[in-house]
Antibody, heavy 122, light 108 residues
Framework: QVQVVESGGGVVQPGRSLRVSCVASGFTFSTYGMHWVRQAPGKGLEWVAVISYDGRDKYHADSVKGRFTISRDNSKNTLSLQMNSLRAEDTAVYYC???????????????WGQGTLVTVSS | EIVLTQSPATLSLSPGERATLSCRASQSVSSSLAWYQQKPGQAPRLLIYDASNRATGIPARFSGSGSGTDFTLTISSLEPEDFAVYYCQQRSNWPRITFGQGTRLEIK
């Protein structure tokens, strides 16, 4: 079955960098767009970024544009999010999520990992 | 940015009752709306996409309706496992995806 497992979260100081990743299995990773969605403690969901199935197209939310970069390695079934210039308001659980459609981008998220917590604090 | 407003914030019902959750968009999103369920400590789960299509494996007691700016998620007869937080999400003006603030469905 579809499985997505995130890693790389932790505590980081404001202004520093962190990279979170997820490894996917149970589906043909290279044919699906992938997303990052985050959730601050006790708050709602916020979409962060998307990357197309082949990695050619990437979009980031305005709140992270210029600081975060989504990438993927289809040979390793891995999705990553490089986070630079971190701020306290970036503190959240970061979820890796699979797009519902093959090749296209439905922007509906039909499989999610368990999330990895990133805490930005001095 | 399209703002999604969910109501009520909290809904208190008993097992076996019917639940009706609302999501209103600040501008038309056509039928480009999804519903998710999230239980404590778990990731969200896709329930409904394109306003009225059930995702794979979702029980028939969950149904979605609406188009334009007003949408409804209905749970016909609540099971104990349905008590959770529910979010709506629009994809109409991708990639500016937005979620509603959530409705907490609690046991009365």
């Amino acid at each position: 079955q579809v499985q997505v497992v995130e890693s790389g979260g932790g505590v980081v100081q404001p202004g520093r960098s962190l990279r979170v990743s997820c490894v996917a299995s149970g589906f043909t990773f290279s044919t699906y767009g992938m997303h990052w969605v985050r959730q601050a403690p006790g708050k709602g969901l916020e979409w962060v970024a998307v990357i197309s199935y082949d990695g050619r197209d990437k979009y980031h939310a305005d709140s992270v544009k210029g600081r975060f970069t989504i990438s993927r390695d289809n040979s390793k079934n891995t999705l990553s999010l490089q986070m630079n210039s971190l701020r306290a308001e970036d503190t959240a659980v970061y979820y890796c999520a699979k797009d519902r459609d093959t090749y296209g981008a439905a922007y509906y998220f039909d499989s999610w990992g368990q999330g990895t917590l990133v805490t930005v604090s001095s | 940015e399209i703002v999604l407003t969910q109501s009520p914030a909290t809904l208190s019902l008993s097992p076996g009752e019917r639940a009706t959750l609302s999501c209103r968009a600040s501008q038309s999103v056509s039928s480009s709306l999804a519903w998710y369920q999230q239980k404590p400590g778990q990731a969200p789960r896709l329930l409904i996409y394109d306003a009225s299509n059930r995702a794979t494996g979702i029980p028939a007691r969950f149904s979605g309706s609406g188009s334009g700016t007003d949408f409804t998620l209905t749970i016909s007869s609540l099971e104990p496992e349905d008590f959770a937080v529910y979010y709506c999400q629009q994809r109409s003006n991708w990639p500016r995806i937005t979620f509603g603030q959530g409705t907490r469905l609690e046991i009365k």
